[in-house]
């Protein structure tokens, strides 16, 4: 039941986060500043809860980015209303960063059990920032050759979608996304890999709540009753 409500906790938060991020990336003030924001907030809630956050989390930020491009101005919008390429790209993205992230920590323990001497911290931040960073870099090829698949040699609202205008969308922000992900991402997981540690013997349900006010009772009870004893005896 505890690690249950923590779950629900954590999810709730990271999803919020992925909601408000992702709604910013439409304000286009906020665009350049936000449009890593979101790929962060996944990555780290993949890695933090598993595998089955990062599919729900993955889905999550896919519908979100559907419904945001009815919303958009961006010229890219009526691109990503098609949910083959919203949608279905970021499915996949949660389990793959996940998977690197895994891969590097087995990594590193295989190769800490032969006798090098690995600084776990150290470990975890590195396959947290490479996690991250991958992740970022099989969300926008994925994106990509679907854009291809389904629209190449044709126009979308004006758009000319060609192997000039592809290329074109892997710009400067791509190179930012990568570095922004790879590099905010790893302190996160550690600082809420700590607390959720830190926080985990504590009492967080209403059962436990009511267990620790049961042992309370039953101690003053005897409190009590030592002291009738020792009233009886004098």
Known sequence: ???????????????????????????????????????????????????????????SFGLLSFFSAFISPSPLAPIFQNPLISVLPRVFIGV???????????????????????NKRIATLISSGLGAALMVIFNTA???????????GESVAGTAITIEFITGLISVNFAIEIIGAGLITPPIVLAVNKFLAATKKSPLTDDDIAEH?????????????SEDNNSNLI
């Open 1 to 59: 039941m505890k690690n249950r409500s923590r779950r629900i906790a954590v999810n709730a938060v990271f999803l919020a986060l992925l909601i408000i991020f992702t709604l910013l990336m439409n304000i286009p003030i906020f665009l350049i500043a936000t449009a890593v924001l979101p790929l962060i907030v996944l990555a780290a809630s993949c890695q933090i809860e598993g595998w089955f956050t990062s599919i729900v989390m993955a889905i």
């Open 213 to 225: 006010e049961r042992v309370s009772a039953e101690r003053k009870l005897g409190d009590n009753h």
């Open 142 to 152: 994925l994106v990509l050759v679907m854009i291809w698949v389904l629209y190449g």
């Open 96 to 118: 793959f960063g996940l998977a690197v992230f895994k891969l590097c920590i087995f990594i590193s323990s295989k190769i800490e059990s032969r006798g090098v001497r690995i």
